[in-house]
């Protein structure tokens, strides 16, 4: 089975603080995605990578940065945190850029 | 621009009680669709993949089937476990484009 494991279930970071979000998964996919989820809103893209180092923004980038040093784990960074980041947060991957992508368990992030 | 559109928003049933809920999509060139599962407070978890219209999938008490406008998850004689939100998606360019569910409450 896939598996996407993401560092943390929950958050709690104070405004201003730089915050890293990890991800890994164990299925050698080539691309990796970070969501995130609020009501009403649904999944919303921030960004995405179809290899190692190389990275391409989603709908909503602005206020995060990623990285992909290694094929298997993608981290999601927020600069400086503000409270309308407060969200859930998903990581996924995917063999290809037409099939079905799997998720990590969510990171419920909740900037003070 | 590739857009899914999910309804009902939410579906309340009771236990035995069989619907369908309904994903429809706006693609150039479908190149398959994808249902999720997602509990909440947990990521999306994949159920099925659809290819070409006339496909059928099914799981348990869920059957998703496909036809060129839309595609249907029919759940028959649900159970309160089957409580959740369904997710479709569709491949764009590079990424999946989602719709914004289905929240269903299965009451026993």
């Known amino acids: 089975d896939v598996k996407v494991t993401q560092s943390s279930r929950y958050l709690v970071k104070r405004t201003g603080e730089k915050v890293f979000l990890e991800c890994v998964q164990d299925m050698d996919h080539e691309n990796m995605f970070w969501y995130r989820q609020d009501p009403g809103l649904g999944l919303r893209l921030i960004y995405f990578?179809?290899?190692?180092?190389?990275?391409e923004k989603g709908d909503i980038p602005e206020g995060y940065s990623v990285s992909r040093e290694k094929k298997e784990r993608f981290s999601l960074i927020l600069e400086s945190a503000s409270t309308n980041q407060t969200s859930m947060y998903l990581c996924a991957s995917s063999p290809g850029t037409v099939t079905e992508a799997f998720f990590g368990q969510g990171t419920r992030l909740t900037v003070v | 621009e590739d857009q899914v559109t999910q309804s009902p928003e939410a579906l309340r049933l009771q236990e035995g009680e069989s619907s369908s809920l309904n994903c429809s999509y706006t693609?150039?060139?479908?190149?398959?669709l994808f249902w999720y599962r997602q509990d909440p407070g947990k990521g999306p978890e994949f159920l099925f993949t659809l290819y070409s219209a006339g496909e059928e999938k099914e799981k348990e008490r869920l059957k998703a089937t496909l036809t060129k406008k839309e595609s249907f998850l029919h759940i028959t004689a649900p159970k309160p476990e089957d409580s959740a939100t369904y997710l479709c998606a569709v491949p764009g360019y590079s990424t999946l484009t989602f719709g914004k569910g289905t929240m269903l409450l299965v009451s026993p």
């Open positions: 990578s179809y290899d190692v180092k190389m990275k």
């Open positions: 693609v150039s060139g479908l190149r398959g």
